[in-house]
């Protein structure tokens, strides 16, 4: 019945695969044939609007499948890799759909990265083709995708969302309304197999790309979207960017389709766009990082001429730890309940419950989403903590990946030989079986739920011509959670490089702007570690604990 596995991926064991099924976790249905199945069922809802679109459950299956059979014609096939790069607007769920239906896999990039980290993405996932936007935010996103063509030899189409007519077509581009074909036949895709390749925090070397089937994410999907209670009159506003995991499944998007709801879209999340769409679009649910979530609380406790936020009942909030302190303020300022959610695109997702007592609901992040899920806290040595203390949390189960594709390094550090999944997170379990999250094991700054790689960021600082040594450091910041700093060792301490000229470097290596350092503190020397041998996660440690540097 299933066709051999998508070289590069790690499957779950025989009898964990017979088992899911059995259990009915996974049912063999897959994202094409779902959104199919609610355009049948209800045509005539409504299921994606955003400030210049608003398409029916018919409307959007239809665009999805002409849109597969056009990239059928343009030689995509299933199981090819292609990259999306789009911000929140209605074209990126035809997209996705359409790739969905022709079994080819998305792979979710951010409208923030730049050749940097779009280079090694589509290199390490073999990528045939790049969707994107000619424009976005006043950058020139055609011109980005053409140097991610020039430079990886698999890619050998862009396809455009275009909003000027007037747009030129560099060599290998074209225009994604070209492909727009009468719907055809498509191929049987097996909800077994992989649907689209999710992209981990950054780090140096070959990025980790997460393989999700349509069977686990389904799964995950669908017990989001019953612990969220959404039904057809649910509008979830995307408000992250919906190629995060988050808002993309959490239940996000796909939940609301799920349910048959309505998926509402604003490409600016700040409280003046966002509260004018959640009055235009009558939202009912919406997913935020905590410095979001603080920007809305503030604006809302402000008062004054506000639009009309009564149609919200339910504000997420995930990404990083949220303080207690502004959990207690989101339910009253908003008018809403809120739901703390802790999740990873490699699976595990915990959610505290609508019902939840408000020590819970803001004093945790929540547990885990399935009865399937296990979880286990360790120390160091992998050996079980106490319940109560702090430890590394490992997770597996039906929606938890066993491994990153085709990466097996990667593999090695982060999954045990058995099948558990490294979080490289530090919680504590409370007797009530809610988390607490307290920390990140790795070298990971978490700004406002975008996680940086200390490594990463080191790896470019290093090749600054006026820089010895580097080393990243998350600092507390009241907003943002951490904000990066970074101590550099200059190599001439009569002219140590400035902040601007750090960030300038940085920026022209072709990175997202959220990785920019937000400090640079020259120090003359790191300061010791005491264990001789000076390793930079030492150092980190030092840092961040406060010792300052000489
Ligand atoms: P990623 O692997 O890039 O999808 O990022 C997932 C990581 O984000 C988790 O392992 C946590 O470190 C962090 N994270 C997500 N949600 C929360 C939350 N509610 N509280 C604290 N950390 C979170
Ligand atoms: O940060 C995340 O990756 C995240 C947060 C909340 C996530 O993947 C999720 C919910 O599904």
């Not at 019945?1 to 964990?16: E, K, R």
């Not at 200390?454 to 990243?472: Q, S």
């Amino acid at each position: 019945m299933s066709s051999p596995a998508l070289p590069g991926f790690t499957p779950w064991p025989p009898d964990q695969i017979d088992h899911y099924r059995a259990e009915t976790l996974w049912t063999g249905e897959t994202f094409g044939a779902l959104l199919t199945a609610r355009a049948t069922a209800s045509p005539e809802a409504i299921a994606v609007v955003d400030a210049a679109n608003r398409w029916t459950y018919a409307e959007l299956d239809r665009r999805s499948r002409s849109l597969a059979t056009g990239f059928a014609r343009l030689g995509i096939r299933p199981r090819d890799r292609v990259l999306v790069q789009l911000p929140n607007r209605a074209e990126f769920v035809e997209v996705i759909f359409a790739l969905f239906q022709l079994g080819a896999l998305p792979v979710f990039c951010l409208p923030a990265h730049r050749e940097a980290e779009l280079i090694p993405i589509a290199a390490a996932s073999g990528a045939v083709a790049m969707v994107t936007c000619a424009e976005h935010q006043r950058f020139d996103h055609a011109a980005l995708a053409d140097t991610v063509r020039r430079a990886v030899g698999t890619l050998r189409h862009v396809l455009l969302v275009v909003d000027d007519t007037a747009h030129e077509f560099a060599e290998g581009a074209d225009d994604l309304a070209d492909y727009r074909d009468e719907p055809g036949d498509l191929p049987e895709v097996d909800a077994g197999d992989v649907a689209f390749l999710q992209l981990s925090g950054g780090s140096t070397g070959i990025p980790k790309l997460i393989p999700r089937t349509h069977d686990d994410y389904l799964y995950s999907v669908r017990r989001s979207a019953e612990i969220t209670d959404l039904g057809p009159d649910t509008v979830y506003l995307a408000t992250l960017p919906i190629a995060h995991n988050f808002p993309m499944s959490s239940p996000g998007i796909l939940g609301a389709i799920y349910a048959g709801g309505t998926v509402a879209m604003t490409p600016d999340p700040t409280p003046t766009t966002a509260f004018a769409a959640i009055e235009r679009f009558g939202v009912t649910l919406t997913g935020l990082v905590p410095p979001l979530a603080r920007l809305w609380v503030e604006r809302a406790e402000k008062g004054g001429e506000l639009p009309d936020l009564s149609s919200l009942k339910v504000v997420q909030v995930g990404g990083a730890r949220c303080p207690d302190e502004l959990a207690r303020r989101v339910g009253p300022a908003l008018g809403v309940t809120l739901q703390q959610v802790f999740g990873m695109a490699e699976g595990l997702v915990c959610y505290t419950r609508l019902d939840d007592p408000i020590d819970v609901v803001v004093g945790t992040q929540g547990r885990p989403m399935s009865d399937y899920d296990r979880i286990r806290i360790v120390d160091d040595a992998d050996e079980e903590v106490e319940p109560g203390t702090d430890g590394n949390l490992m997770t597996q189960g039906p929606y938890t990946i066993r491994g990153y594709y085709d990466n097996p390094e990667a593999n090695a550090r982060s999954f045990t030989a058995d099948g558990w999944y490294r979080t490289g997170d530090i919680v504590s379990l409370r007797p009530d079986g809610n988390l607490v999250v307290k920390g990140r094991a790795g070298d990971w700054v978490n700004r406002g739920g975008e996680k940086v790689s200390a490594e990463e960021l080191e790896a470019y600082l290093l090749e600054h011509p006026g820089i010895r040594d580097a080393v990243i450091v998350g600092t507390p910041d009241p907003v943002l959670g951490q904000r990066i700093c970074a101590f550099v060792q200059p190599l001439d301490p009569q002219t140590p490089p400035t902040l601007t000229t750090v960030r300038t470097f940085v920026r022209e290596r072709g990175i997202a702007a959220w990785k920019m350092p937000d400090a640079v503190v020259t120090i003359a020397e790191f300061p010791e570690t005491g264990v001789g041998k000076t390793s930079r996660r030492d150092l980190r440690r030092l840092l961040a604990e406060g010792h300052r540097a000489p």
